[in-house]
């Protein structure tokens, strides 16, 4: 990336922002599809119930969590890898 010049930078600098943004639309989309076919099953009224809006909340919870654990299990991974290749 140091090779890179001004145009070029910019360039990829967009690019990165714009799979950044559709990988976030990607998780939140998954999220909601995830936490509503879980949760909400009465079509009978435009409002949650109070055991379907306490259901969300504890789905997104979970699902944030589990996100984090799995980036924090990632950042472990990295470093034990690059741990590996420094003795060799």
């Given at each position: 990336m140091d090779n890179l010049n001004a145009a070029e930078t910019r360039t990829l600098e967009e690019r990165l922002q714009k799979r950044q943004m559709k990988e976030f639309v990607s998780l939140y989309s998954n999220l909601v599809d995830h936490c509503f076919a879980s949760c909400v099953?009465?079509?009978?009224?435009?409002?949650?119930?109070?055991?379907?809006?306490?259901?969300?909340?504890?789905?997104?919870?979970?699902?944030?969590?589990?996100?984090?654990?799995?980036?924090?299990?990632?950042?472990?991974?990295?470093?034990?890898?690059?741990?590996?290749?420094?003795?060799?």
């Open positions: 099953n009465d079509f009978t009224s435009k409002a949650l119930s109070e055991r379907e809006n306490g259901c969300v909340s504890r789905c997104v919870q979970k699902f944030m969590a589990s996100g984090q654990r799995l980036s924090e299990r990632f950042q472990e991974h990295n470093v034990e890898q690059q741990a590996m290749q420094q003795r060799r």
